[in-house]
């Protein structure tokens, strides 16, 4: 009985994880450039449900405790990298990427040390000093790990490159970087990623759309479907651990009772 409340505890745990992944989801579905995230489900290790060094099977025996599942436990969560839906808005700075790739970003923590991160999310606008910069301040990279100035009086355009002409000379080259296994890239806020050891960077083959916004990938039906199967499956385990409890409340009240 002990052993059925552990296996639907487990359950309950898993399901609350993959509950909050989908939330996040869900609440990030217009979120410029984010991409969803899932999680899996690993089987509980058999070796953690066996007797050893029990008198009751010999002490150099290894017995499996019964013959039910010993229930789940959470595995890996992954973000799946598929393109979202593009959004025309016109702006020359909102830029989107049609294929694999990531904008690089110089990027300042509250520390004030810098570093580069990478996004998908390209709704960037000029400062008051002319420098290209994401919603939050941060500045966009050129090929040469540069910030990239332009003159705020002088109409731009960008070509599928991400070449930026102003009077009809390219003046800047927006840096559009892809990594070999995107396994080596951690999650860093909603929208940006950082590489992490054994990333190694290769040539982006990503078109710079001007004038798009690249959308999150999330299927708003989809993601509810998946919501209320994750519900009904809680609900489930939830009901087992009542009718165990119930069980066991009648195996120690009530059986053997002396009248």
């Known amino acids: 009985m002990v052993k059925g409340l552990y296996t639907a505890y487990t359950g309950m745990i898993n399901e609350q994880n993959r509950m909050d992944i989908m939330t996040n989801n869900l609440a990030n579905a217009s979120t410029v450039g984010y991409k969803k995230e899932g999680s899996t489900s690993q089987s509980f290790d058999d070796v953690l449900t066996v007797k050893i060094k029990d008198q009751s099977v010999g002490m150099r025996n290894v ?13 890996e969560n992954y973000t799946d990298y598929s393109q979202g839906s593009f959004r025309i808005t016109g702006n020359t700075y909102d830029l989107a990427l049609s294929g694999e790739g990531f904008f690089a970003i110089e990027f300042t923590n509250k520390a004030g040390e810098t570093d580069t991160k990478y996004t998908r999310a390209g709704q ?8 290209l910069v994401t919603e939050e301040g941060d500045y966009v ?28 000379q390219a003046v800047a080259k927006i840096q559009v970087t892809d990594f070999e296994d995107y396994d080596y890239l ?20 990503a078109q710079v759309k001007s004038g798009y916004l690249e959308m999150a990938n999330v299927q708003i039906v989809s993601e509810m479907v998946n919501l209320i199967s994750i519900t009904r499956a809680y609900e489930s385990n939830q009901k087992v651990v009542q009718t165990i409890d119930d069980t066991l409340d009648v195996a120690v009240n009530q059986i053997g009772r002396v009248q």
Do not use: M
Not at 63 to 75: A, D, E, F, H
Not at 124 to 131: E, Q
């Open 124 to 131: 960037f606008t000029l400062n008051k000093d002319g420098y």
């Open 63 to 75: 017995q499996r405790l019964g013959v039910k599942n010993p229930g789940v436990k959470i595995g």
């Open 141 to 168: 990279l050129d090929t040469q790990n540069r910030r990239i100035r332009l003159n705020t009086l002088i109409d731009s355009s960008i070509t599928d490159d991400g070449t930026i002409y102003q009077n009809g």
């Open 186 to 205: 951690e999650k860093y806020g909603e929208t940006y990623y950082q590489p992490i050891q054994g990333a190694k960077t290769i040539a982006a083959k």
